[in-house]
């Protein structure tokens, strides 16, 4: 069934989810994404990659700072025969929300006749908010997920349209959020058709049964290496990518900070097995380091 769509996303979680529904022969009709930031030491200026993939895939973009009204009606009203009007409000069926960063508007929710899908990292209505798969690793969950909601106001609220659930094979949250992006993609796929044929009747959330999760700051990534072995590795585990785990160690009576680059846990243990200090290149860790 071929839909006109529009997607909203940012990062590589949002590239994953693209690039299932471009596989299954779905391409949406424009992208919604945050504007290029500064990015590294060198404070560059950096496209988010769902700009990188639109563009490789030939796909219409925007990048507004707000969700207000001049982007409402750069999305729903364009003027007859231009090139925007595919998007007119109205034949954009739906709306797609993958890891986008912004909460939709209800006006915007509203300008799709069959209303706004989001895919969730998580077995909904656990882990609602911002750092679902982190959050996940931190607890040790044992199954993990990704729930398509249909969107209402609220963050991570809108009854639920389907879910997949795996075993948790503690991954670290790079290599689950690209499992999560797959699978997400894959159900979102198969999700978009049935949902259009009235197929799918949404089943509310046991709000009772929520729980959620806040944004990650940089100070997370601290650990204790006199603290819970197993809590530290989730927590290096949880933490891959940004922040990063780390530690600070005495030496020559200054604090130096130790970023964890790799790690295992076998019988009880941890071992940290190479780090990056402050200021310098990798090199292999050991307690006398």
Sequence with gaps: MKTDFAFFGTDNFSVGVLDELKKAGLLPKIIITSPDKPKGRGLKITPPPVKLWAIENKIDFLQPEKLDEKFNLEIGNCPPASPCEARRAGKLEIGVVASYGKILPAKILASFPKGALNVHPSLLPKYRGASP???QILNDEKKVGITIILMDEKMDNGPILASLEFPNEILDS???????????G?????????????????IPQDNSQATFCQKITK?????????DSRQNFLKIQ????????????????????????KASFSDGKLKIESVIPEGKKEVYYNSKN
């Excluded at 790079?174 to 997400?184: D, F």
């Design 133 to 135: 798969i982190q959050a």
């Design 174 to 184: 790079i290599k689950l959020s690209e499992k999560l992006a797959t699978e997400g």
């Design 186 to 202: 894959k159900l979102l796929a198969e999700t978009i058709p049935k949902w259009l044929a009235g197929e799918i009747k949404p």
């Design 219 to 227: 100070e997370d990534g601290l650990i204790d290496l006199n603290g």
């Design 238 to 261: 949880a933490f891959a990518g940004w922040p990063g785990a780390y530690f600070f160690v005495e030496q020559n009576g200054k604090k130096i900070r130790m970023k964890i680059t």
